[in-house]
Structures are given as structure tokens and as C-alpha cells.
């Protein structure tokens, strides 16, 4: 029996077949801009990602954006994943919006900024520094 991903995050029957354009623009915009950059696909729930590092710094210091929809919205937002830490210890994870899927430029703009700095001002080693935007 399969999954059928209606029933597992009913959200996504209204996703829009061009989020894959999305995705390949932002990459475009950070390959621009001198990053590496590169989109996936996720099967279940039906998504895509992007990730991009700096080519000097490495896949050390990167940063993913998912394409999900906002909780309790039929609107799809690039999604910052997130993590808190106290005293090293895990104290959860979650996806935060950060801007509209169609907002590639603005999205590409604070990428650049946060993976060009996030060596600079990383609290551990291999980590990205919590962002708010």
C-alpha cells in the first residue's frame, strides 16, 4: 500500500508545477553571484530544496531553503529549517517562512549574505548561525 501524500499533508494538492522554476532560478541567481548551488526533489511530501555554499568556504557552510507551504495557508514559502541548542543539547527543529516561493531575487540576495558572512560569525564549527529574517 502506498502512501498517498493527499492524506499525509493535504496542503499539498495545490501545488503549483512551476515550483521546479522557482527553484532552477534560484539556483541561477546564486550561481551568478559565485556560489554553488544545486536544487532536489523529495518524493514525500512532494518538494523541492535548494542548497548553496560558498566555493571557498566549502559544503562546511551551507544553507538549505525548502519549498513548503505555510501552516494553514495554500501558499507555498521558501522554509528556513531551524534548530535551537542550549548548552548543546538539542531542544527541537522546525521550518520557519522566510519569503514567497516567487520571490527568488529577494530569497538569492539573503542567501548570499548569509553563506559570504557565515564562517565569519559561526558560534560551532559546521554550523550556520540561527538567522531571522
Known amino acids: 500500500m502506498g502512501v498517498d501524500e493527499r492524506r499525509v499533508i493535504p496542503q499539498l494538492r495545490f501545488v503549483p508545477h512551476d515550483r521546479f522554476e522557482y527553484a532552477r532560478d534560484l539556483v541561477d541567481h546564486l550561481s551568478d ?4 548551488a544545486f536544487s532536489s ?7 523541492v530544496s ?16 525548502w519549498c513548503l507551504p505555510w501552516p494553514g495557508r495554500e501558499v507555498l ?3 528556513w529549517p531551524r534548530v535551537a541548542y542550549r548548552d548543546g543539547v ?3 527543529r522546525w521550518f520557519e517562512p522566510f519569503c514567497p516561493l516567487a520571490a527568488t531575487a529577494h530569497a538569492a540576495a539573503h542567501l ?3 553563506v559570504g558572512s557565515a564562517h565569519d ?3 560551532e564549527p559546521g554550523r ?3 538567522q531571522h529574517s
Do not use: N
Request: aromatic share 10%; charged share 10%; net charge negative.
Open 121 to 123: 560569525v559561526s558560534d
Open 33 to 36: 553571484a559565485g556560489l554553488r
Open 112 to 114: 548570499i549574505v548569509v
Open 128 to 130: 550556520l548561525p540561527l
Open 50 to 65: 535548494v542548497t548553496t555554499h560558498s566555493l571557498e568556504a566549502g559544503p562546511r557552510w551551507s544553507q538549505t531553503l
Open 41 to 47: 526533489w523529495e518524493c514525500v511530501p512532494a518538494t
Open 77 to 79: 514559502y521558501w522554509q
Open 90 to 92: 538539542l531542544l527541537g
